[in-house]
Each structure stands twice: as C-alpha cells, then as structure tokens.
C-alpha cells in the first residue's frame, strides 16, 4: 500500500531561491524540513539538497540536483492554483510572471472569472484561477 504520493520538484542549482520565491508569495506556505550536502556526497557541502515545503497547503518536496540533465520541466505538469479573490489572482500573477513566461495571460476565457497559466522564472508550470 501506498503511504502518500507528493510532488516532487527537480531544479539544478535553484532549488533554494525556487522554494524562497514560494514560501514568501503563496499564502499558507512554509518550509517543512531541510537537507544539506554533507561531505563526501555529491553535492557541494552544505549547499541546499532537498527541502520538504507546503506550498498553499500542498506539501511538495523541492530538490537541487548536482547533476545536469538533458530534461527539465514541463508544462504537461503544473501546480493549480484556487485564488480568493481577484486581488489575490492579480498578486500573484504579477509575482509569478516576473521572469517567467506566460502560456496563457491572465484573462477571462469563459470557463472562469480569470485564468492564467504560466511558467514561473524557474520553469515550473503553474495555474491560477479566480471563480
């Protein structure tokens, strides 16, 4: 059986400032529990290895590879966002697209009140939706 399932962020060198970024913009967000590389372990000593975060009460796990990949991520995947108000949709957006790239600008497209969808300056994938 299955104890829980939780995603899990990749990032290669920027899993810190990726997870800061988080912490401090989505409301009900905090770090869980944090890991350094140790001495003799891959990554550089002491630089952040893996953190385990809630990110608007979703726990996520955030890791900083010391390898390169030939992969990063993909907006087939993405964090969905339920905001409270406009306010709140208008916030974020404008904290999450510094940087980043929007896929969809934040707008009405008839199935909500507003609707963005975007990759954030990390590449991570994220919707937000406001009613």
Known sequence: MTASVTPFLMFVG???????????????????SLERWAEG??????AWKRASV??????V????S????DFTFTPSF???VECDSEAEIDRLY?????GGQALMPLESYGFSRKFAWLNDRFGVSWQF???
């Open 14 to 32: 920027q899993a810190e400032a990726a997870t800061n970024f988080y912490v401090a913009t989505v409301p009900n967000s905090a770090i869980l």
């Open 41 to 46: 372990e891959p990554g550089p000593k002491g």
């Open 54 to 59: 809630r990110i608007g009460g979703q726990k």
């Open 61 to 64: 796990i955030c890791f900083d």
């Open 66 to 69: 010391p390898a390169k990949h």
């Open 78 to 80: 993405s964090l969905f």
């Open 94 to 98: 404008a904290a999450f697209i510094d």
């Open 129 to 131: 939706n406001w009613g």
